[in-house]
């Protein structure tokens, strides 16, 4: 009799235990979703994810003069984001800051953000571990928060007849191992390489080290500071190539972007299929392959970030806001609407 009633009393007992442990975990959750509970183990996800559908509802956005800065791939979203922001929360003023030397970029945006120039930076990559260690030297912590996919578009002269290039036949062109057009299947010309410098931007470190696999670029590359010129010059040049962010590419009305792929058999376009002739522009132009990219079916993609300081001041609190307000419903349209693809 004695055993079953201890029987009985650990069973109770038991039964106790884990309706308690069940009720804890079910008051955390209320408190982490309601933004009670926020704090996230460095370098994961925001602290603060922003579940309302326009940039006025998003709380906790704070006041005050905020100085970014960073990638030019970014250029677009902050056309299409940064007014209607000012708009809905006029007491959280933006103000994109450029380098005091050398081009704006990537890299600079995160060197600005190190010597806190910057209250956030947007980047083009991901955060390298030098960076990273030099912030350490500074007692600062940084944290990449991923808010969109970008692909990485080639572009050419509209009157170079040639269906496309492989991921191989790309890396050579820029390593010099392929000087003519004729050497992939185009006519008798002189391939002419425009890139920006491998020091001012996340896009080209990114092409160097995943397309060019870290080789260097050869000889007979001209370097072009930003892409509007090189888009101008390409235009005019028959047998240049350049690369750049496909929202920077794909629409434009004077230069015609590539299919790409692994495989000669295989080339996805990074635009929507049927491609709309360059004379039909700008009346109709052509349109992101979001699909492709997306899927990663489309060879060259990447993740756009937004850095933010983790140092629990008003730094910190306008890099989270910011992000916040991109993972709206209305920042996530607006994301689309400047040529990206939004990945959450």
């Known amino acids: ?41 460095k370098n994961s996800s925001p602290q603060v994810v922003s579940k309302a559908d326009t940039f006025a509802q998003v709380p906790k956005v704070p006041s005050g003069l905020f100085s970014y800065g960073g990638s030019t791939t970014w250029a677009s979203i902050r056309k299409e984001i940064d007014p209607l922001i000012q708009t809905a929360q006029p007491q959280f003023r933006l103000r994109y800051t450029d380098p005091t030397t050398g081009a704006p970029g990537t890299t600079s945006g995160i060197k600005m953000l190190l010597s806190n120039q910057l209250a956030f930076s947007q980047s083009s990559r991901s955060i390298k571990q030098e960076e990273y260690q030099q912030a350490q030297q500074l007692n600062m912590t940084l944290k990449e928060i991923p808010v969109a996919i970008d692909g990485i578009a080639i572009a050419v002269n509209p009157n170079l007849n040639i269906p496309g290039l492989t991921l191989a036949q790309l890396k050579d062109i820029y390593t010099g191992k392929i000087t003519n057009w004729k050497q992939v299947g185009g006519p008798e010309l002189a391939i002419i390489p425009y890139s920006r410098r491998l020091e001012e931007g996340g896009t080209i470190q990114f092409f160097e080290e995943n397309v060019l696999e870290k080789e260097k670029f050869a000889a007979n590359v001209q370097f072009i500071p930003r892409t509007t010129e090189a888009l101008q010059k390409l235009a005019k040049n028959p ?65 756009l970030f937004v850095i933010v300081k983790q140092n629990g001041q008003s730094d910190q609190q306008a890099g989270e806001a910011y992000v916040n307000l991109l993972q709206t419903s209305q920042g996530k349209e607006l994301i689309t609407k400047a040529g990206f693809v939004t990945i959450r």
């Open 1 to 41: 009799m004695s055993q079953k009633k201890e029987a009985n009393e650990t069973a109770v007992l038991v039964l106790a235990l884990t309706m308690t442990l069940g009720l804890v975990g079910v008051v955390f959750w209320w408190l982490h979703d309601n933004g009670v509970i926020s704090n996230f183990p």
């Open 239 to 303: 047998g240049g190539i350049y690369y750049a962010s496909a929202p920077e590419i794909v629409g434009q009305c004077t230069v015609k972007p590539l299919p790409v792929g692994h495989q000669s058999d295989r080339l996805i376009p990074p635009y929507k299929e049927p491609f709309v002739s360059l004379e039909q522009c700008p009346q109709q132009r052509n349109q992101i392959n979001a699909a492709a990219f997306q899927s990663g079916e489309y060879p060259i993609t990447r993740r």
